[in-house]
């Protein structure tokens, strides 16, 4: 919504009334069948949009309507320090930030995982190896801080890895019409990075 010149007062406005429509609708039962969940939302929202700048006599802010409680500072907060990049549009930011979001939430999930073995400490310090991130530790220091063998460690970071895209494969299948396009969607997905 930002991204497409609203302002945030705006933006809070057509976004509670796209998912308001979107449920009166009942329009989350029939997406099973319609194929990606994201290409969908985004479809919707192209309409949602189109349809409201034609209404001329829409509602002010709340009206008669009970709000849907969203975390807007969060998300104002987040668009404000988005990077801007002259060749992302609205679509292409919205398709990076859903690839974000769903990293985030198959991260949390394994993490839950890891959690409930009372493995978090393993989880905490082979994580950054699923993300890439520069401050991984070694696999012997991962050892010495756990007291497990580097050989151990090397095979629990494996096993991360097969949870990881186990997980990350349950949670795409999850936004896509048939289970047969679970790997076009993840190279789509990635490909947004």
Known sequence: MRRNGHNPEQSQDLTQGFFADLIERGDFAKIQKRGRFRSYLLAALRNFLMNEKAKANALKRGGDQEPLSLDWLALE?????????????????YERQWT???LERVLA??????????L??????????LTGLSEAMTHAEVGQLLKMEEGAVKVALHRMRK?????????????VGELKNVDD?????????
Not at 109 to 118: G, H
Not at 120 to 129: D, G, I, T
């Open 77 to 93: 907060g987040r668009y404000l320090i988005e990077v801007s990049d002259p060749r992302l549009n609205a679509e292409k930011v």
């Open 100 to 102: 974000l979001t769903l």
């Open 163 to 175: 949870r990881y895209g186990e997980a990350l494969r349950n949670e795409v299948a999850d936004t």
């Open 185 to 193: 969607e993840l190279r789509y997905l990635m490909s947004t990075l």
């Open 109 to 118: 999930t394994l993490r839950e995982q890891y959690r409930e073995r009372e």
């Open 120 to 129: 978090e400490p393993l989880f905490e310090a082979l994580s950054p190896h």
